[in-house]
């Protein structure tokens, strides 16, 4: 459901000086409920390094993947977090709820709360986590209490 069926996408050329093959196709996402088509495209490589025969096989593997899964959900992690919040919270004890919360607008919400839930990668977590250990260096900061 991901792409339909036999759609091969599009390469082309893109740029002056330094020329790049794009591959461009549509895919099927999910938001507030209902699927929806959106163009997407990849850089596939440098035209001088790769014929556009070879970028074509480069966007076929990249389609390959894509027929693998299912439509893509398209999530904050403000919207995410706060289903979890009125979902999972409450299943806590009082007072793991009450610092989960606070570290969860604080913190959390603060941070990562208007980017894709797909986007945030382990490096802007580590790094998150970095910035509030040097910030809080010498008191104990701790994001949740099993890790």
Same mark, same amino acid.
């Given at each position: 459901?991901?792409?339909?069926?036999?759609?091969?996408?599009?390469?082309?050329?893109?740029?002056?000086?330094r020329?790049?093959?794009?591959?461009?196709w549509?895919?099927?996402? @999910?938001?507030?409920? *209902?699927?929806?088509?959106?163009?997407? !495209?990849e850089? =596939?490589?440098?035209?001088?390094?790769? #014929?556009?025969?070879?970028?074509?096989?480069?966007l076929?593997?990249?389609l390959?993947?894509?027929?693998?899964?299912?439509?893509?959900q398209? @999530?904050?992690?403000? *919207?995410?977090?706060?289903?979890?919040e !009125?979902?999972v =919270?409450?299943?806590?004890?009082?007072? #793991?709820?009450?610092?989960?919360?606070?570290?969860?607008?604080?913190h959390?919400?603060?941070?990562?709360?208007?980017?894709?839930?797909?986007t945030i990668?382990?490096?802007?977590v580590?790094?998150?986590i970095?910035?509030k250990?040097?910030?809080?260096?010498?008191?104990?900061?701790?994001?949740?209490?099993t890790?």
């Amino acid at each position: 459901m991901a792409r339909h069926r036999y759609q091969v996408g599009h390469v082309f050329k893109r740029g002056k000086r330094r020329k790049v093959w794009v591959g461009r196709w549509r895919e099927d996402v @999910v938001e507030n409920g *209902e699927v929806r088509r959106v163009h997407r !495209s990849e850089v =596939l490589g440098l035209a001088s390094d790769l #014929t556009k025969t070879e970028a074509r096989t480069t966007l076929n593997k990249i389609l390959g993947e894509t027929d693998q899964t299912q439509p893509r959900q398209i @999530v904050t992690f403000r *919207e995410f977090a706060l289903k979890w919040e !009125s979902t999972v =919270l409450p299943n806590y004890k009082f007072s #793991t709820r009450r610092s989960y919360k606070h570290y969860l607008h604080k913190h959390l919400l603060t941070r990562f709360g208007d980017l894709q839930l797909s986007t945030i990668q382990v490096s802007d977590v580590q790094q998150f986590i970095t910035e509030k250990a040097r910030t809080y260096s010498g008191k104990r900061f701790v994001i949740c209490g099993t890790c």
